[in-house]
């Protein structure tokens, strides 16, 4: 006797498909950054916010990129011991630390951000301007919607009837 089974239709769910997406791009990406320029996604990532915003603490990092403080930790001092970024007492406050982007870490910058905009581009195939500039917004709406989001097992209220789909067991 066969039963059955409701499963993620993982077609139509959209926290897989972001996951999916983010992941192929993120393995591809590291792996060309350390070939090309020896450094992996996430020093790539901190590069990137540190030259949008020079001098900030590495709390703001966690804060704006959802990484957890022991990883932006371990970045930075690699960054900092390849000379890429120098770390100082921030001036209004000396308990707080703050990150600049040397000279050479804005030259490794502008050396990986050539290749992110190509990948970028490529990502993008196919897409019309109007297209983008749609997708954008909708994944800034969703972003904002993950503050809502709890992070413990609360359940959330409804059930999405669209994502699941029902399979027989054999």
């Given at each position: 006797m066969s039963q059955k089974r409701t499963v993620l239709d993982l077609e139509r769910y959209v926290p897989a498909l972001i996951t999916f997406i983010s992941n192929k791009l993120s393995h591809g990406a590291s792996s060309a950054y350390r070939r090309m320029f020896g450094v992996g996604i996430t020093e790539w990532r901190l590069l990137a916010m540190l030259a949008i915003e020079p001098g900030i603490s590495a709390n703001r990092i966690c804060q704006v990129m959802g990484y957890d403080k022991a990883l932006v930790s371990r970045t930075l001092r690699v960054l900092d011991e390849n000379g890429h970024v120098k770390i100082e007492a921030d001036p209004q406050d000396s308990r707080r630390s703050v990150v600049t982007l040397t000279t050479a870490g804005y030259a490794l910058h502008d050396r990986i951000l050539a290749v992110a905009l190509?990948?970028?581009?490529?990502?993008?195939?196919?897409?019309?301007?109007?297209?983008?500039?749609?997708?954008?917004?909708?994944?800034?709406?969703?972003?904002?919607?993950?503050?809502?989001?709890?992070?413990?097992?609360?359940?959330?209220?409804?059930?999405?009837?669209?994502?699941?789909?029902?399979?027989?067991?054999?």
């Open positions: 190509a990948r970028e581009d490529q990502l993008l195939t196919g897409l019309s301007a109007a297209e983008c500039d749609t997708l954008m917004g909708l994944l800034r709406r969703m972003l904002a919607n993950t503050e809502a989001i709890p992070a413990t097992g609360t359940a959330l209220p409804r059930i999405g009837a669209k994502r699941i789909k029902t399979t027989k067991l054999v």
